[in-house]
């Protein structure tokens, strides 16, 4: 049973910063892309964030500079530090993975955590 927990969320002011993380089961974790997605209100879920196998990683142009994305394979664990948080980052963020050369989420989305910021 695959397992994907979102915590770390809640309300800050404009400039904050926040972590998110996310703690996986089920798979094997260190195989797979681990990546962060978002949707905010009125918006369809946008890909935010990813970490390759590798250790190589992307991000969307409205995050660049400002959020970092790591990985932790004896954790199982994946985290996005979120600096200079802005009001259009508000949304719910969630987390997934991608196998091999795929491009596609593999698995089924959990709750997410939301992430306000708000003055």
């Known amino acids: 049973q695959v397992q994907l927990v979102e915590s770390g969320g809640g309300l800050v002011q404009p400039g904050g910063s926040l972590r998110l993380s996310c703690a996986a089961s089920?798979?094997?974790?260190?195989?797979?892309?681990m990546v962060w997605y978002r949707q905010a209100p009125g918006k369809q879920r946008e890909l935010v964030a990813r970490i390759r196998i590798s250790g190589s990683t992307n991000y969307a142009d409205s995050v660049k500079g400002r959020f970092t994305i790591s990985r932790d394979n004896m954790k199982n664990t994946v985290y996005l530090q979120m600096n200079s948080l802005k009001p259009e980052d508000t949304g719910v963020y969630y987390c997934?993975?991608?196998?091999?050369?795929?491009?596609?989420?593999?698995?089924?989305w959990g709750q997410g955590t939301q992430v306000t910021v708000s003055s």
């Open positions: 089920g798979f094997i974790f260190s195989m797979y892309d």
């Open positions: 997934n993975a991608f196998r091999g050369m795929r491009d596609s989420v593999a698995w089924d």
